[in-house]
């Protein structure tokens, strides 16, 4: 990885960390060393480094993809993907139930909850994507890092409480 190229960082995450973009060979797009990023200085996880593979139009999927009976991928019409979405979200509220209460000292958010083993015991996962009552910004603190100036978004402590149904 040589350290030229146009500055810019890194999409996947939230560390944000800084990376070079150049032309490649055959059209493509490299991605090299930026050592003087202070969150990363110069060093990119595997996502980072690969990040230029999804430009190409040949690894992008044209249609949405639904598993079929088999476990494979296979294109799907939206309507086709919308309506599995929608089975599965009705089966997963008849599984597990109603919505649960995450609060932390600066606020709390309700979402659908699940008790799964996949997790630390002691953790709870909560995805950002959300607004409104569900929010998961609204349990973290906005302060900045100082040398990265990244928010501090990604954990705190917290407590679940059932939401009366
Ligand atoms: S290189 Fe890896 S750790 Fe850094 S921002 Fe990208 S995904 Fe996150």
Redesign the pocket.
């Known amino acids: 990885m040589g350290s030229s190229g146009t500055p810019t ?9 800084g ?1 070079n973009l150049a032309p490649g060979a055959g059209g493509t797009v490299e991605v090299r060393e930026r050592a003087d990023f202070p ?2 200085r110069g ?7 690969t ?1 230029p593979t999804v430009l190409s139009p040949s690894v992008r999927p044209a249609s949405p993809l639904v598993r079929s009976a088999g476990g494979a991928l296979v294109p799907a019409s939206w309507e086709e993907a919308l309506e599995r979405v929608a089975e599965g979200l009705g089966r997963t509220r008849a599984e597990y139930g109603a919505d649960a209460a995450v609060v932390s000292r600066r606020g709390r958010a309700v979402a659908p909850a699940r008790i799964t083993a996949a997790i630390r015991p002691d953790t709870v996962f909560m995805p950002f994507h959300w607004a409104g009552e569900g929010r998961a910004n609204t349990l973290t603190h906005p302060a900045l890092d100082p040398a990265s100036r990244m928010p501090e978004f990604k954990v705190c402590a917290v407590r679940v409480e059932a939401v009366a149904p």
Do not use: S
């Not at 960082?9 to 960390?17: D, E, F, G, R, V």
């Not at 060093?43 to 480094?49: E, F």
């Open positions: 960082h890194c999409p996947y995450c939230a560390l944000q960390c990376m969150v990363n060093v990119l996880c595997g996502k980072g480094r990040a």
